[in-house]
């Protein structure tokens, strides 16, 4: 078979390393995520509340995003330079719909969520867990938290196994 690839092995090593940064930043962020929202879950302490959702929307702005847009734009890469291709494998196509799902939870939607939840417990302290408003943000965000921890450990799992093979059948 005829390699087709666009760019030179060392080259390919090195963006793949930048994918694997990126993605691991991503996932790690998401772990973060989970680590805070569990500690503003159950703190007494109206300071630590406020530091966790303030922490999150910080990381949502800056980490989250940068690591999102850097895992797209290499994983697109190595795609078209290399002989996986944007279409050709069902495995690229999971992984590029769970992509699509966490760009869409990370830095759109937890800036957002955290965003609420900042100005929320600002107004409110510790009161707001009476807060109806809060409670249903507070539900999204820990939605959005396990549904982002689930893509993006899925995109491993893809990466890794490879299954379901070619879509286009080579003779």
């Known amino acids: 078979m005829k390699n087709i690839s666009k760019i030179s092995l060392t080259q390919?090593?090195?963006?793949?390393?930048?994918h694997l940064l990126f993605s691991a930043i991503m996932f790690g962020g998401a772990i973060t995520f989970l680590i805070l929202s569990i500690t503003a879950a159950t703190t007494t302490d109206e300071g630590v509340l406020k530091a966790c959702y303030s922490g999150m929307h910080v990381l949502a702005k800056t980490s989250v995003r940068a690591s999102a847009i850097g895992a797209l734009v290499t994983g697109i890469l190595l795609s078209v330079l290399t002989r996986w291709g944007l279409f050709t494998y069902y495995w690229i196509i999971a992984k590029e719909g769970l992509m699509i799902i966490a760009i869409l939870l990370g830095p759109i939607g937890m800036e957002a969520l955290t965003l609420k939840a900042v100005a929320l417990t600002a107004a409110e302290g510790l009161n707001v867990s009476y807060d109806p408003a809060f409670t249903v943000n507070s539900g999204q965000l820990w939605m959005g938290i396990i549904i982002q921890i689930l893509s993006i450990?899925?995109?491993?799992?893809?990466?890794?196994?490879?299954?379901?093979?070619?879509?286009?059948?080579?003779?």
Request: net charge positive; charged share 20%; aromatic share 16%.
């Open 12 to 18: 390919r090593r090195w963006l793949l390393t930048a």
């Open 153 to 171: 450990g899925g995109m491993f799992v893809l990466s890794v196994f490879k299954p379901w093979g070619s879509r286009i059948k080579t003779v």
